[in-house]
């Protein structure tokens, strides 16, 4: 799996829901948390590796011998705490660039397990952003879409710079 840098266009679609959890979706997601853990996220969405499937994979545990991997399929978000956490961002898919983002603190989400039951979960702090930011992948959105404009722009710009460059 090769993880897709933005711009890109394929980073702003909408990812379709996964009708039948079967082996292909284990596999995949898998390979994502193997795709993850190699580029040391803390979380991937299937869609910045080209599929546009609403997969999700997470792991906001540091420790690298303690691993604590979350597999969502077709998770959604059913309930947002008023309160707001800033984290500061980054993404697989924006490498090298960093921002603080302000997101509700604590959420709710319903999603399916690979055994395709269906879950209710919540979760705070960490864990909470990153669910946040990887399911806003699967509706094309980046967390750069959270900031001013202009900050976006730096960044985006600064992509373009840093695509041409591993071009050369
Ligand atoms: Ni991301």
């Known amino acids: 799996m090769k993880i897709i840098v933005a711009p ?22 898998d390979q994502m948390l193997e795709c993850m853990y190699k580029n040391n996220g803390i979380g ?16 906001c545990n540091d420790k690298s011998n303690n691993k604590k991997p979350l597999k969502l399929i077709n998770p959604e978000i059913i309930k947002l ?9 980054g993404c697989l898919s924006l490498p090298t660039q960093y921002a603080k983002v302000k997101r509700p603190t604590e959420i709710i989400i ?15 702090g960490l864990e909470a952003t990153c669910i946040q930011h990887e399911i806003d ?21 600064k992509l373009i710079k840093l695509k041409k460059k591993n071009k050369k």
């Open 8 to 29: 890109d266009n394929r980073l702003n679609q909408v990812s379709k829901k996964i009708d039948i959890v079967d082996n292909t979706t284990i596999s995949i997601l």
């Open 137 to 157: 992948h699967l509706d094309g959105k980046l967390f750069v879409d959270h900031i001013s404009k202009l900050k976006k722009n730096i960044i985006i710009k």
């Open 110 to 124: 319903k999603f399916q397990n690979v055994k395709g039951v269906f879950c209710k979960e919540v979760f705070s």
């Open 81 to 89: 705490s008023t309160e707001n956490s800033e984290f500061e961002e």
């Open 44 to 59: 991937l969405a299937a869609p910045q590796v080209g599929i546009l499937k609403r997969l999700v994979v997470v792991d």
